[in-house]
């Protein structure tokens, strides 16, 4: 025994790893004698709040790891939550608030006021006076808060992080790594009902809320997944474990049986070489220009009602070649209960255009304004969903104003990821910048049949890529990448 003791003292042991680990013992054992099973994460909360203080960046990393891992969890109060990552959040935002309290040059001038950084304080400007005129204004607040916690973390904060190749990678490996594991469990249990179509719900708890989120982040990481093969092509064993990660991915994303993420996918591919060939603005105009005309069509004399289903036909689907038809000939049940919450998101946008009914407050009014004819099976929502369309969830709960913020914002960051993408001489950091535009158009084509901005899966790559790509503007060197 006294010469086990006398080995480990001759030991080069790290005192505070020594802490740490009597610390850890300590908490399991107080956890087991208690039964009061929290208290055995008390080791991990020290060490974040040493992190916190003497490198936050390792606390933002794992943040990123986190996000394909966290749950949804309601609290008996009704009030829900993303764990781990929005404590996460919430604590980074607080810490860097305090750094920026001390230290305001850790934001830098150019970042600060480029012209995306202003129209985020526009948009969160206009959330926040939205709110005061909310028709329910606790909701409002709380999505006010959300909001903040996404904003400053994964744009202010990762604006400042991320400003060279190394991070920029490990970010990348971070995210992919997590995501990677929840593909394995996914499709493990998908295997075991033989990928069917109507049991993929069955498989996605506890990492995902349903099968939209889970296809729609597969969809936002596989650019950069695709491009990575690019980033070690010198490197033969990584370059080939990113393309079986590809086309893994690429094959979870089929038996995820999402039309959405299937879209975005592939006017993903298009919108490369749109950008390539420097025919964005042109492509948005276009874009713009057919929404307006299909706007002024419905609602002239009332012709949206061409497209009420019939009751009858307008149910759910066990197969997903049914599902498509009925798609095609719109008798999908969640397509037309779309339909229904999207005519009465019109009439909302009309009946209150300057500020909306505040932020987070379409559930809370939306059934006086539907009309009955386009109403589905499912429309008592018990689940209580969203409009399934971004855009105009911002016009009803911001206004028209709040929904022309949001565009420029969009319309802006494409515009200059273009410019970035082809002012750029160096072929690895175009292909970040490329990876990075592409996942965000990836977005955009999402928030166009869903409202998933506001979850965890897809709202914290949104501010993070708005973040990466002004940083891309901005360096002229090329950010570490050789």
Not at 45 to 61: G, H, I, N, P, Q
Not at 101 to 127: C, E, G, K, T
Request: contains cysteine.
């Amino acid at each position: 025994m006294q010469t086990f003791i006398n080995n480990i003292k001759t030991q080069s042991i790290p005192r505070p790893l020594l802490y740490w680990g009597s610390l850890t013992v300590l908490a399991v054992l107080l956890a087991i004698v208690t039964e009061f099973y929290y208290l055995a994460t008390l080791p991990a909360a020290v060490l974040m709040a040493l992190w916190s203080v003497t490198d936050y960046r390792k606390v933002f990393y794992l943040l990123l790891f986190c996000i394909p891992l966290s749950t949804e969890f309601l609290f008996p109060n009704g009030f829900g939550t993303d764990l781990p990552t929005e404590p996460l959040m919430i604590g980074l935002m607080g810490i860097f608030i305090i750094q920026l309290a001390h230290r305001p040059q850790l934001i830098d001038r150019a970042f600060f006021y480029h012209p995306i950084s202003f129209l985020i304080l526009l948009h969160l400007v206009w959330i926040f006076l939205t709110t005061f005129w909310s028709d329910n204004l606790l909701v409002s607040v709380k999505y006010l808060l959300a909001k903040l916690w996404y904003a400053v973390v994964f744009y202010w904060l990762a604006g400042q992080l991320l400003k060279n190749k190394r991070a920029l990678v490990t970010s990348f490996w971070c995210v992919l790594s997590a995501l990677l594991l929840t593909l394995i469990v996914v499709n493990i249990r998908h295997a075991m009902y033989g990928f069917s179509f109507d049991t993929i719900f069955r498989v996605l708890d506890p990492f995902y809320r349903n099968h939209v989120a889970y296809a729609c982040i597969m969809a936002v990481v596989f650019p950069f997944v695709v491009l990575a093969v690019y980033w070690y092509r010198k490197r033969p064993i990584v370059k080939w474990f990113l393309i079986f990660a590809a086309l893994f991915i690429g094959v979870s994303i089929y038996l995820s049986y999402t039309r959405a993420a299937y879209l975005a996918v592939v006017l993903s591919g298009i919108w490369f070489v749109i950008m390539r060939y420097k025919k964005t603005l042109h492509s948005i105009l276009l874009a713009l220009g057919v929404a307006v005309v299909a706007i002024v069509y419905l609602a002239d004399q009332n012709n949206y009602l061409e497209f009420a289903p019939d009751y009858d036909k307008t149910i759910s689907h066990t197969e997903f070649d049914d599902l498509l038809a009925a798609t095609y000939q719109l008798e999908d049940i969640s397509l037309m209960e779309r339909f229904y919450r999207w005519v009465g998101g019109f009439y909302m946008v009309q009946a209150q255009p300057l500020v909306g009914f505040g932020p987070g407050n379409f559930y809370n009014f939306y059934e006086p304004y539907t009309v009955s004819s386009f109403r589905t099976y499912v429309s008592e929502n018990p689940e209580q969903s969203g409009i399934h369309n971004y855009y105009l969830m911002v016009a009803v709960e911001q206004g028209v104003p709040g929904l022309l913020i949001f565009l420029l914002l969009c319309v802006g960051t494409l515009l200059i990821a273009e410019r970035a993408y082809h002012l750029c001489r160096h072929p690895l950091r175009k292909s970040f910048i490329a990876a990075t535009t592409l996942s965000f158009f990836t977005i955009l084509v999402v928030l166009i049949i869903n409202d998933l901005i506001e979850t965890d899966k897809v709202g914290t790559f949104f501010f993070l890529w708005l973040a990466l790509l002004v940083r891309f503007d901005l360096e002229k060197g090329e950010m570490g990448f050789e």
